[in-house]
T-cell receptor, first 118, second 113 residues
Framework: AQTVTQSQPEMSVQEAETVTLSCTYDTSESDYYLFWYKQPPSRQMILVIRQEAYKQQNATENRFSVNFQKAAKSFSLKISDSQLGDAAMYFCAYRATLYGGATNKLIFGTGTLLAVQP | SAVISQKPSRDICQRGTSLTIQCQVDSQVTMMFWYRQQPGQSLTLIATANQGSEATYESGFVIDKFPISRPNLTFSTLTVSNMSPEDSSIYLC??????????FGPGTRLTVT
């Protein structure tokens, strides 16, 4: 069964600094997607970034980028120039594609609570 | 992307009663998902709702406790039946996009007294 592990329950970063959130996953599938979601306090869950497993190039969205290491099954999120609005719970998630009868479920990690210090 | 709304946004209910949560999407989607989330914790999938078929429930969740309706491609409801304080949680619906990403509603915060 697929699993997603986030080993950092909490992280803290100074405003304008860079922080990296870790995520590892376990799967026997070769084709899948990985996601980072952000959930600010008492606010809606939003998609931060998406990575397709068959693409070697790391995804980037403005200040957010990932380090995708497929062989190591690692998918970390780097936030550059951290802002106060980045403070949130961050969830790493995995989704196999539908080929081969894979489940349609999004598998979430336990989350990392990021605090941004002014 | 998809815009999702949920009603109610929050409610306080007495034990033994039922609450129906509505989820409305601004576009037609095949699959809708219902999750439960304790504050500060990860999401637990309750069930997947496809239009025109019975919902598929995850282990630990049963239809009698969490009946789901999916009358069309833009709407779904989740009912929390015969509530107990253990049902106090945030309930979220979501839909899946073209590249397997999910878009989430704002959630319904339920407190059972």
């Amino acid at each position: 069964a697929q699993t997603v592990t986030q080993s950092q329950p909490e992280m803290s970063v100074q405003e304008a600094e860079t922080v990296t959130l870790s995520c590892t996953y376990d799967t026997s599938e070769s084709d899948y997607y990985l996601f980072w979601y952000k959930q600010p306090p008492s606010r809606q869950m939003i998609l931060v970034i998406r990575q397709e497993a068959y693409k070697q190039q790391n995804a980037t969205e403005n200040r957010f980028s990932v380090n995708f290491q497929k062989a190591a099954k690692s998918f970390s999120l780097k936030i550059s120039d951290s802002q106060l609005g980045d403070a949130a719970m961050y969830f790493c998630a995995y989704r196999a594609t539908l080929y081969g009868g894979a489940t349609n479920k999004l598998i979430f990690g336990t989350g990392t609570l990021l605090a941004v210090q002014p | 992307s998809a815009v999702i709304s949920q009603k109610p946004s929050r409610d306080i209910c007495q034990r033994g009663t039922s609450l129906t949560i509505q989820c409305q999407v601004d576009s037609q989607v095949t699959m809708m998902f219902w999750y439960r989330q304790q504050p500060g914790q990860s999401l637990t999938l309750i069930a997947t709702a496809n239009q025109g078929s019975e919902a598929t429930y995850e282990s630990g969740f049963v239809i009698d406790k969490f009946p789901i309706s999916r009358p069309n491609l833009t709407f779904s409801t989740l009912t929390v039946s015969n509530m107990s304080p253990e049902d106090s949680s945030i309930y979220l619906c979501s839909v899946e996009g073209r590249l397997y990403e999910q878009y989430f509603g704002p959630g319904t915060r339920l407190t059972v007294t």
